[in-house]
């Protein structure tokens, strides 16, 4: 083989080489490209998940805050409080209240509070 034939055979190789090389590199970028994109969709999909997590969370704390606040309610309303007086039944907020030798005594009335004689 001479050297003019061997050369243009071994450029010719290298130049196909360098092609290959070039179309490789190339076909690497975009793959990465690619792969750098689904990781930004992956990230953006699992923020909002994570939120949309949040959101119900947040709103079950609040049916669970808003049926608390019922039973408290409806707690209060069947506890009954006798006066000390009378012994007449009250519900809790309707009485009058005073204190007596360093305790709380609860009346249904004013008028009963005054006429209220602790046993001495």
Request: hydrophobic share 35%; with cysteine.
């Amino acid at each position: 083989m001479g050297a003019k034939r061997a050369y243009r055979r071994y450029t010719k190789k290298a130049k196909l080489g360098a092609k290959n090389l070039a179309r490789k590199r190339s076909k690497a970028k975009t793959v990465g490209k690619r792969l750098e994109d689904d990781v930004r969709r992956l990230e953006k999909a699992a923020v909002s998940e994570v939120r949309k997590i949040e959101r119900g969370a947040v709103k079950g704390a609040r049916t669970v805050e808003k049926k608390a606040v019922k039973e408290i309610k409806h707690i209060g309303k069947d506890l009954t409080l006798f006066c000390d007086n009378c012994g007449k039944a009250m519900r809790p907020g309707g009485h009058v209240s005073r204190m007596f030798g360093g305790r709380e005594l609860r009346f249904c009335s004013a008028l009963c509070s005054a006429k209220y004689r602790p046993d001495m």
